[in-house]
T-cell receptor, first 115, second 112 residues
Framework: EAQVTQNPRYLITVTGKKLTVTCSQN?????MSWYRQDPGLGLRQIYY???????DKGDVPEGYKVSRKEKRNFPLILESPSPNQTSLYFC??????????????FGNGTRLTVT | EDKVVQSPLSLVVHEGDTVTLNCSYE??????LLWYKQEKKAPTFLFML????IEKKSGRLSSILDKKELFSILNITATQTGDSAIYLC????????????FGAGTRLFVKA
């Protein structure tokens, strides 16, 4: 089944403790992206990747890191999480990042709470 | 500053009603307007619109884009309780790479 898989689905952590949220897609998509969703603010893009070893900042990149060493994986790293990073996170992928004819396929989300 | 604005923010209707959700956008290097439906978890794709005036339909849902007035509408006819969800509008644009900017969403609740 074609899908985007995120893990974990829920995560509670403390301020400053490094964490990684994994994202994997099995559709051979070139484009992958991370979003956070907060009430009243919609989905905001954190980082995106046009292809392997190519990443770029989205609208809210502060406090996050990403890497794209393989086409299928795009982990999101919080080196020193803070409470304002408490949010619902979505990973998404699409076939071609350079084309406007490729809608996003989303993972099921990771609800992160930082205390 | 690029933005996508959806209205209303929330809406309660009865089964069988017809609803219209609105999306206006100001997006530099605009390429496409997308609609997604979000129930309990992941947003799922509904429509992608790139040309003005051409309606896209899928069952009871339809959508159209006006690139002159910079807005799109999503219509749902004969609503059902299963249509209850958050509907997200997004603008796709080119800036080096292809990016997507989302509106805050319209939360629709359909009462039986």
């Amino acid at each position: 089944e074609a899908q985007v898989t995120q893990n974990p689905r829920y995560l509670i952590t403390v301020t400053g403790k490094k964490l990684t949220v994994t994202c994997s897609q099995n559709m051979n998509h070139e484009y992958m992206s991370w979003y956070r969703q907060d009430p009243g603010l919609g989905l905001r893009q954190i980082y995106y990747s046009m292809n392997v070893e190519v990443t770029d900042k989205g609208d809210v990149p502060e406090g996050y890191k990403v890497s794209r060493k393989e086409k299928r994986n795009f982990p999101l790293i919080l080196e020193s999480p803070s409470p304002n990073q408490t949010s619902l996170y979505f990973c998404a992928s699409s076939l071609e990042g350079s084309s406007y004819n490729s809608p996003l396929h989303f993972g099921n989300g990771t609800r992160l709470t930082v205390t | 500053e690029d933005k996508v604005v959806q209205s209303p923010l929330s809406l309660v209707v009865h089964e069988g009603d017809t609803v219209t959700l609105n999306c206006s956008y100001e997006v530099t290097n605009f390429r496409s307007l997308l609609w997604y439906k979000q129930e309990k978890k992941a947003p799922t794709f509904l429509f992608m619109l790139t040309s003005s005036g051409i309606e896209k339909k899928s069952g009871r849902l339809s959508s159209i884009l006006d690139k002159k007035e910079l807005f799109s509408i999503l219509n749902i006819t004969a609503t059902q309780t299963g249509d209850s969800a958050i509907y997200l509008c997004a603008g796709g644009y080119l800036t080096g790479g292809f990016k997507t900017i989302f509106g805050a969403g319209t939360r629709l609740f359909v009462k039986a």
